[in-house]
T-cell receptor, first 114, second 114 residues
Framework: NAGVTQTPKFQVLKTGQSMTLQCAQDMNHEYMSWYRQDPGMGLRLIHYSVGAGITDQGEVPNGYNVSRSTTEDFPLRLLSAAPSQTSVYFC?????????????FGSGTRLTIV | GENVEQHPSTLSVQEGDSAVIKCTYSDSASNYFPWYKQELGKGPQLIIDIRSNVGEKKDQRIAVTLNKTAKHFSLHITETQPEDSAVYFCAASISNFGNEKLTFGTGTRLTIIP
């Protein structure tokens, strides 16, 4: 039982490049979210999904796209990377049943835009 | 939207003493309040949570209290140990049968002094 798996763990991108951060969970959780963590700002919600085929914007969605074609996977896409997107990104999942057990977070992707 | 403030940002306590971290929230409709512990290089891990129909919840050395009228909640760690050193985040959300969009505080770095 792997929980929430994020890849890659580290990535350096040049400004303007695109990439996809991968997130997969094997707990059959309905709810999945992406957060970014910046020093002194806690974790901020980027996008979230309440089930396959359903996504919605969080607090800081600009510059990011998501899709949820399967229950297991929730990739985060940066279409044209900007230095302001340098951050640590966390994917999280929850069963969605009255939040039993709360959210399970992945180990994060540290992304640097140069 | 919801705003969560967390204090203090750093806290140092002697091993064996108690530690208290406080959070306030702005949206009176929020009804789910989890606490997460984040160790260096890892994702946040849920340590305890409370719902608005409960005033206090305990789990061994950890307790959380909630004051709905004042819109604040606190994390209490007793008999602190070196392994309690980490960054702690509070969060709040409106729980609609699991449809949580967590708003996090900015974190408290807790250091236990041996």
């Amino acid at each position: 039982n792997a929980g929430v798996t994020q890849t890659p763990k580290f990535q350096v991108l040049k400004t303007g490049q695109s990439m996809t951060l991968q997130c997969a969970q094997d707990m059959n959780h309905e709810y999945m979210s992406w957060y970014r963590q910046d020093p002194g700002m806690g974790l901020r919600l980027i996008h979230y999904s309440v089930g396959a085929g359903i996504t919605d914007q969080g607090e800081v969605p600009n510059g990011y796209n998501v899709s949820r074609s399967t229950t297991e996977d929730f990739p985060l896409r940066l279409l044209s990377a900007a230095p302001s997107q340098t951050s640590v990104y966390f994917c999280a999942s929850s069963s969605g049943r009255d939040s039993a057990g709360g959210y399970t977070f992945g180990s994060g992707t540290r992304l640097t835009i140069v | 939207g919801e705003n969560v403030e967390q204090h203090p940002s750093t806290l140092s306590v002697q091993e064996g003493d108690s530690a208290v971290i406080k959070c306030t929230y702005s949206d009176s409709a929020s009804n789910y309040f989890p606490w997460y512990k984040q160790e260096l290089g890892k994702g946040p891990q849920l340590i305890i949570d409370i719902r608005s129909n409960v005033g206090e919840k305990k789990d061994q050395r950890i307790a959380v209290t909630l004051n709905k009228t004042a819109k604040h909640f606190s994390l209490h760690i007793t008999e602190t140990q070196p392994e309690d050193s980490a960054v702690y985040f509070c969060a709040a959300s409106i729980s609609n049968f699991g449809n949580e969009k967590l708003t996090f505080g900015t974190g408290t770095r807790l250091t236990i002094i041996p």
